[in-house]
């Protein structure tokens, strides 16, 4: 089991230009653990924001939105644009989803050096740069004897921010990143702005918000001017720039404020030189350092925020060897992170076993109380201690699927087909094999056709619906079971026909036996085996008769008849939802599938669904047929509405036959507008040994 620590985090809303709410969203921000992964938003009036902030958001993985200094019903609009829950700033720490974090005072410390941050009326990109924090918060951490330093020096934060001694750097101790699709290798980023530039400065933190941990580049906001009388600063930048990645240039140059004079006077004062080399991105590693003289582009060359929008996944995480089992467990497990203090934080849980169950909440309280699934993990919010006893119950899959049904019906129970389909399914892999199911088909006795024909001939004779009613109660039993020798089955060119049956015996859904042809009451009969005699007689007279032969000069010919419940399975098309059970559970072994289930849908009413489980830790709703024709535009749209009202993360699409290409794109013209992945399984899959 894999176990990651990490916070809740949040993007901080701000009303546009406001320089006031901007630093109040730093403040904060500093203050929280991995709050330099943190984006702050500007909101126009009424509720709207710039695409590449939306980008900014949908990138960071977070879990919250924080409204700084919005009219409240601007921030509820842009949080329902970026499908966030919205937390007023009072709340932030005590009501809130984004409650699940850490002061920088609980958090490891690499450095035995006190952090600085800035003045409280510094220049706006020294706060960016360093952080800062609200009175109130300054004195808890000296409660808690975590000094802070205020530094009102420009040159000494610029160069704390190289050495990473920042009350900022200390928000990202123990805050790592797992994984992420970004570029890879990118230049160094060196931000020129005016002091109190608000564009310069939101667009830096959120651009170092967005950066890759794992492999991250220098990133260093400067003032303009000011960099040329800071003694040996540019020999500082110069030690941090030697890296074993194959990009060019070496720095990227960029500000909003400033003019591309400007950052070339600035690129002379770090001892840069102009690239002439194409630029190049990605490869995270070479065989050397790079080394003097290091080389630079402007941002109005190269745009670099394309690099910081890929998806990542973040938590500090250790590996635990547990023993699981079916029902309760309570492995012990060391936290990732060592705390040094009181704090919050989130756990997501990791492990093949939990990849078995449907990512749903109610599976996720089954496995543990008040948890949930984020990212494909379960999820729970907790204090942040050592060592976390976590009670554990592994449902199965019967419990999980019981669970999601229960979530989204009102009621759900197997049909008719559901209860012939259970009591069949132990064999249900045996269908897959050559002829078998085609020769189950052949043994069946057309009853329900017979039915048909039956009760339309009572309607047109004017019988009453009483009579109609009788004998279509009575119909089951009247049909005698039909039964048939190889020579009769009629089976395709080159099909293994005598196998094929032999195998249904075999399974126990049919029965060897003799038939008797009477010459004195002209009925036929099937005698079992078992009940054989050595003189044949007539099942229904019983006069002496003799066997059916194969041919002349040849013994008695072996029938074949399917049981009862086999037939009648046959007969209510319940096969066809077997082979798929079958050929689903041969691709993956965390597949539980029902075959007819009955349902009471809000709104809807009562359906009956052909499948309905799970597969893979997937949620799969389908429909089975028997002719690939009776996959309607209006009955794959009838599925679809059922799927997504089931909550199904795939509909199934089979039949026994091939599907035609025109119903397979109207599935995934609806599945696609449903939200839905889309399965088909027809005659390739279902009868992949032939017939």
Same mark, same amino acid.
């Given at each position: 089991m894999r176990v990651s620590a990490y916070p809740s985090r949040a993007a901080y809303l701000f009303a546009a230009g406001s320089r006031t709410g901007f630093r109040r969203a730093v403040q904060e921000a500093s203050t929280r653990w991995g709050g330099m992964t943190e984006p702050i938003v500007p909101v126009n009036k009424g509720g709207t924001i710039a695409g590449l902030w939306r980008q900014a958001v949908e990138a960071a993985d977070l879990c919250g939105a924080v409204n700084i200094d919005l009219d409240h019903g601007d921030a509820e609009r842009v949080a329902r644009t970026l499908r966030l829950p919205l937390v007023d700033l009072a709340d932030l720490d005590s009501r809130s989803p984004l409650r699940w974090t850490t002061r920088p005072i609980a958090l490891p410390r690499d450095s035995p050096n006190v952090p600085i941050l800035a003045c409280t009326d510094s220049d706006l990109w020294m706060a960016v740069a360093a952080g800062d924090t609200t009175e109130d918060r300054e004195f808890e951490f000296a409660a808690a004897h975590f000094p802070v330093r205020r530094v009102a020096q420009a040159d000494w934060?610029?160069?704390?921010?190289?050495?990473?001694? +920042?009350?900022?750097?200390?928000?990202?101790?123990?805050?790592?990143? !797992?994984?992420?699709?970004?570029?890879?290798?990118?230049?160094?980023?060196?931000?020129?702005?005016?002091?109190?530039?608000?564009?310069?400065?939101?667009?830096?933190?959120?651009?170092?918000?967005?950066?890759?941990?794992?492999?991250?580049?220098?990133?260093?906001?400067?003032?303009?001017?000011?960099?040329?009388?800071?003694?040996?600063?540019?020999?500082?930048?110069?030690?941090?720039?030697?890296?074993?990645?194959?990009?060019?240039?070496?720095?990227?140059?960029?500000?909003?404020?400033?003019?591309?004079?400007?950052?070339?006077?600035?690129?002379?004062?770090?001892?840069?030189?102009?690239?002439?080399?194409?630029?190049?991105i990605g490869r995270l590693r070479s065989a050397e350092l790079h080394s003097p003289p290091f080389t630079y582009l402007t941002s109005d060359e190269m745009d670099p925020w394309p690099w910081f929008l890929g998806r990542r996944r973040y938590g500090k995480s250790t590996e635990v060897e547990a023993h699981f089992h079916l029902g309760h467990a309570v492995p012990s497990v060391a936290s990732p992170v060592s705390w040094r203090g009181p704090g919050r934080t989130l756990l997501s849980l990791r492990s093949p076993v939990l990849d078995m169950l449907p990512k749903r909440p109610a599976v996720a309280s089954l496995v543990i109380r008040n948890a949930t699934w984020s990212d494909d993990a379960l999820q729970i919010a907790t204090v942040a201690t050592t060592p976390y006893n976590l009670k554990i119950n592994l449902p199965t899959l019967n419990q999980a699927l019981d669970a999601v049904l229960a979530e989204r019906t009102l009621d759900h129970g197997p049909s008719d087909k559901g209860r012939l389909a259970a009591a069949l399914a132990d064999r249900a892999i045996d269908l897959l094999e050559s002829g078998v199911y085609e020769a189950a088909c052949s043994l069946s006795t057309p009853r329900s056709k017979e039915l048909l024909r039956e009760l339309r001939a009572m309607h047109a004779r004017g019988k009453s619906m009483q009579d109609i009613e009788e004998v279509a109660t009575a119909w089951g039993g009247r049909v005698e079971r039909r039964y048939r020798s190889v020579p009769r089955l009629n089976a395709p060119s080159g099909a293994k026909t005598a196998e094929a049956l032999e195998r249904l015996s075999a399974m126990g859904w049919a029965e060897r036996g003799l038939e008797v042809s009477c010459s004195g009451c002209g009925m036929k009969g099937f005698v079992a085996l078992h009940s054989t005699t050595a003189e044949a007689r007539c099942p229904g007279c019983g006069s002496p008769q003799s066997y059916t032969r194969d041919g002349p000069g040849q013994g008695p010919a072996i029938q074949y008849r399917l049981n009862t419940l086999v037939d009648r399975a046959v007969d209510?098309?319940?096969?066809?939802?077997?082979?798929?059970?079958?050929?689903?559970? !041969?691709?993956?072994?965390? +597949?539980?599938?029902?075959?007819?289930?009955?349902?009471?849908?809000?709104?809807?009413?009562?359906?009956?669904?052909?499948?309905?489980?799970?597969?893979?830790?997937?949620?799969?709703?389908?429909?089975?047929?028997?002719?690939?024709?009776?996959? +309607?535009?209006?009955?794959?749209?009838?599925?679809?509405?059922?799927?997504?009202?089931?909550?199904?993360?795939?509909?199934?699409?089979?039949?026994?036959?091939?599907?035609?290409?025109?119903?397979? !794109?109207?599935?995934?013209?609806?599945?696609?507008?449903?939200?839905?992945?889309?399965?088909?399984?027809?005659?390739?899959?279902?009868?992949?040994?032939?017939?």
């Open positions: 934060i610029a160069r704390e921010v190289i050495g990473k001694g +920042t009350l900022l750097d200390q928000s990202v101790e123990a805050f790592e990143e !797992q994984s992420a699709s970004a570029v890879g290798a990118i230049p160094a980023i060196i931000w020129i702005t005016r002091p109190d530039s608000l564009a310069d400065c939101l667009f830096f933190w959120n651009l170092r918000a967005l950066r890759s941990l794992r492999h991250p580049s220098p990133m260093y906001l400067l003032p303009d001017g000011r960099i040329q009388d800071w003694i040996e600063f540019g020999r500082l930048v110069q030690d941090s720039l030697p890296r074993r990645a194959e990009v060019s240039p070496d720095v990227l140059l960029a500000g909003i404020s400033v003019k591309k004079g400007q950052l070339d006077d600035a690129a002379e004062h770090l001892d840069l030189v102009r690239s002439t080399d194409a630029p190049r209510q098309g319940v096969l066809p939802h077997l082979l798929v059970v079958a050929a689903l559970a !041969q691709r993956h072994p965390a +597949t539980l599938l029902r075959p007819g289930v009955d349902v009471e849908l809000a709104g809807w009413g009562t359906a009956e669904i052909d499948i309905v489980g799970l597969h893979g830790g997937k949620i799969v709703v389908g429909e089975v047929k028997s002719s690939p024709s009776d996959f +309607t535009r209006r009955q794959i749209r009838r599925d679809v509405a059922l799927s997504s009202l089931l909550g199904a993360d795939t509909y199934l699409m089979a039949a026994v036959g091939e599907v035609g290409d025109a119903a397979r !794109q109207e599935a995934a013209r609806v599945t696609a507008k449903a939200g839905i992945d889309l399965m088909v399984l027809d005659r390739s899959d279902l009868r992949p040994a032939g017939a």
